[in-house]
């Protein structure tokens, strides 16, 4: 039982260029979002899925774009990086249901540097 | 919706001293509160959570919480600190948002313990 799987765990990137962050959860999970962290900001929610084939935008979604073909998989893709989207980028899951107290499950990170 | 506020970006405790990090919070309705913590270059882990079972929570590493409805707070408190607690330190509420959870972070405090 892996938990929360992401990679990579550190890129650098131009502007201008795409990429994909992966992850990956084996808690058979509904529910994953991806986070990003920056200084004095704390963590804000991006995009997030509650079940395969079923996303929606968080706080700051710009930029960004989701896609949730398996249970297991939710990869964040960035479409044409900016040095704002310079940050460290968390995947997290959870069971769906709003039952009390669903624990969050947080990958590693991913530190992100666009340049 | 709900959020969570957190009082001081930094706070500095000598080893063995109490450990007291401040979190209110605002809800119109009993809300579900966490306490996660982040090692450098971690993801966050789990500290505890309030689900209203009971006021006063105890979690992991010797870390309780009580929730306090006349305050609207949800402090973090340690009797004597060690040097491994050294971390940066998230309040979080759960939004329950047409049957879909979201979570919102405080903006975190980092904890430096002094020897």
């Known amino acids: 039982n892996a938990g929360v799987t992401q990679t990579p765990k550190f890129q650098v990137l131009k502007t201008g260029q795409s990429m994909t962050l992966q992850c990956a959860q084996d808690m058979n999970h509904e529910y994953m979002s991806w986070y990003r962290q920056d200084p004095g900001m704390g963590l804000r929610l991006i995009h997030y899925?509650?079940?395969?084939?079923?996303?929606d935008q968080g706080e700051v979604p710009n930029g960004y774009n989701v896609s949730r073909s398996t249970t297991e998989d939710f990869p964040l893709r960035l479409l044409s990086a900016a040095p704002s989207q310079t940050s460290v980028y968390f995947c997290?899951?959870?069971?769906?249901?709003?039952?009390?107290?669903?624990?969050?499950?947080f990958g590693e990170g991913s530190w992100l540097t666009v340049v | 919706a709900q959020s969570v506020t957190q009082l001081g970006s930094h706070v500095s405790v000598s080893e063995g001293a109490l450990v007291l990090l401040r979190c209110n919070y605002s809800s119109s309705v009993p809300p579900y509160l966490f306490w996660y913590v982040q090692y450098p270059n971690q993801g966050l882990q789990l500290l505890l959570k309030?689900?209203?079972?009971?006021?006063l929570v105890k979690g992991i590493n010797g870390f309780e919480a009580e929730f306090k409805k006349s305050e609207t707070s949800f402090h973090l408190t340690k009797p004597s600190a060690h040097m491994s607690d050294a971390a940066e330190y998230f309040c979080?509420?759960?939004?329950?948002?047409?049957?879909?959870?979201?979570?919102?972070f405080g903006t975190g405090t980092k904890l430096q313990v002094i020897p």
């Open positions: 997290a899951s959870s069971y769906s249901m709003p039952t009390s107290g669903n624990t969050i499950y």
């Open positions: 309030y689900t209203s079972a009971a006021t």
């Open positions: 979080a509420v759960l939004n329950l948002s047409g049957g879909y959870q979201k979570v919102t």
């Open positions: 899925s509650v079940g395969a084939g079923i996303t």
